[in-house]
């Protein structure tokens, strides 16, 4: 009999309808974020809430030490996690932009990612008179990477693939420092930190 | 001078008769814009539950993205909850919210982009007349504008699922009633009949509105 019982809660466990009722939403936004040895720091952010509300935040003016300035920041993830019908949204917004001193600079960042149940995309992101290094960038493309010489290199927009999202990070600078045999012979890259400006991420798992 | 009063006279029959037609159809009563729509006009008081936000590029609010540097577009979060009770013909709305942002740079006030926050979510009715093919809202309350404090101005938002992904194919429009200071009139409508999923509602150019039917 128990026997019988165990199988019959196995045959529940591994149908379709029971994982139907299993879907979560999840979402969360940010303006800036800096990751080095000395420097930890996220503004304005914004995360679902786990009862499948709306959660915002904003900063007029975020100053990051000499890694970034920007305006006009907002952050904002809203959804529900309701079985087949769940659904996350999450964006981040952004005014002017300056990393590094005027190396990359923007003024109008939207990073927006949309999940729905074996759906996901980043529509409606975009990056407006977007400079690198001196060079205009018009609408790159996603995973565009450029090298920045003596400071690392950029991706731009780049997407990464979640388990049932994605997550779009509009600016994402890399920080890295040559390292250096004992005939100064340049052998490879350490990476020491990170730089992101607008970044979105939404999952219905 | 007859034919004046015969016009007058059939004006009023009129009237009466669409009046007695939409109680009929629509018990919700709220705000509504004084111009006639080819959606959102009958309206059904049930449990009912939309999510989600996204961006718009108004003007024109089609499903093409303005070029970013025009900074041409709004993007926003808001949700909405109802139950289905009617309480003084009013649909009421058991919750919500609303997060609003215009980036066009003739909507910054006070140095900043145009932020509406809801601080009340009054009702929520489900619209039964729309192209929409999941379900569309109609729903609303009271905001402030962030930029000022300015409080208390009634909005209505005409809110549309029509299916995945949400760019391209949902809607979202607002308007706000009373004037805003430093701005004045303020909506983001499409009221073009032409243009999917339904009128007044602006296409998606990202993000997503989920209709859930009862929560």
Known sequence: MKIRFAGLVLLLASTPWSLQGQQVAAGQAFGVAVRTATVSQTAPAAVLPSDGSLAQNQASNVTVGAFVTAQDAFATATGASDDALSDAVSSATLGVVNILNGLITADGVVAMASSTLGNSNTEGSSLANLMVNGVQLDDPAPNTRLDLPGVGFVVLREEVPTSGGITVNMIHVVLQQPLVDALGIVTGYQTTGDIIVGSATSSVN | ?215
Request: glycine letters at 10%; proline letters at 8%; aromatic letters at 8%.
């Open chain 2, 1 to 215: 001078m007859n034919k004046a009063r015969l016009l007058a006279g059939f004006a009023a029959i009129a009237t009466s008769a669409l009046f007695v037609w939409s109680c009929e159809q629509r018990p919700a009563l709220a705000p509504k814009v004084p111009s006639p729509r080819f959606h959102f006009n009958v309206f059904a008081c049930q449990p009912l539950k939309m999510t989600g936000g996204g961006r718009i590029d108004f003007p024109p609010g089609t499903a093409d993205k303005n070029p970013p540097a025009s900074h041409e577009y709004e993007t926003f979060g808001a949700h909405v909850m109802a139950s289905g009770q009617l309480v003084n013909d009013v649909c009421v709305a058991d919750q919500g919210e609303l997060e609003w942002v215009d980036h066009r740079d003739e909507m910054r006030l006070n140095g900043s982009p145009l932020n509406l926050h809801a601080t009340a979510v009054t009702f929520a009715e489900l619209a039964i007349d729309t192209d929409c093919s999941d379900g569309a809202v109609h729903w609303g309350g009271k905001l402030r504008v962030q930029n000022t404090g300015q409080e208390d101005l009634d909005f209505e938002v005409w809110d549309c699922d029509n299916g995945e992904p949400g760019a391209g194919h949902d809607g979202f429009a607002i308007r706000v009633e009373e004037p805003i200071d430093g701005i004045g009139e303020y909506a983001v409508m499409c009221p073009d009949p032409s243009l999917p999923p339904a009128e007044p509602s602006c296409t998606l150019t990202g993000g997503n509105r989920q209709f859930h039917p009862t929560h």
